[in-house]
């Protein structure tokens, strides 16, 4: 009469799957589910999806590192895409002007926490000048300066 109950477990159906980028001219292998591939169609490609895709929604580590070095290459206009063929590269460049920002911004792109904290640490370490470096300066700007009107 009384049958026991058991938990349904709903596990994703996952894929793996190949991905050409033509912004990063690699093929890469990806394990993804059925909605990341039609969220992919729908955006018209795997670039186009990873650049127009927000944060929140991604809820990838991968896909936040990608953008990044997507987005660091079209800022940087990168000669090694292509490095033969000049128009190709410039093409795939003109593509995806509306996602290019300035290169300090996609530096930051993605980062965790703890890697943003880190990032942020190191560019405000800053070593301290040895105080002989600043009077040497100081005394040769003088001596340049005493040269000059003496002239």
């Known amino acids: ?3 026991t109950r058991l938990p349904k477990i ?12 033509e912004i990063l001219d690699a093929t890469l292998t990806i394990t993804v589910t059925m909605r990341t591939l039609d969220l992919i169609d ?9 650049l127009k895709t927000p944060k929140a929604d991604m809820c990838s580590k991968l896909g936040m590192d ?6 660091l290459r079209l800022a940087r206009r990168d000669p090694k895409l292509h490095p033969d063929d ?3 590269r ?7 002007k509306e996602f290019v920002i300035p290169e300090e911004e996609a530096e930051w792109v993605g980062l965790s926490l703890e890697e943003a904290i880190e990032k942020q640490r190191l560019l405000e370490k800053k070593d301290p000048v040895p105080l002989f470096k600043v009077y040497a300066e100081e005394l040769v700007s003088q001596l340049k300066e005493q040269a000059l009107q003496k002239q």
């Open 90 to 96: 410039e093409a795939i460049y003109d593509k995806y």
């Open 42 to 50: 729908e955006a018209y490609g795997f670039d186009f999806y990873i």
């Open 86 to 88: 000049p128009a190709r």
């Open 10 to 21: 709903w596990k994703p159906q996952l894929f793996e799957r190949q991905f050409y980028s």
């Open 1 to 3: 009469q009384l049958s």
């Open 66 to 71: 990608l953008k990044r070095t997507m987005l």
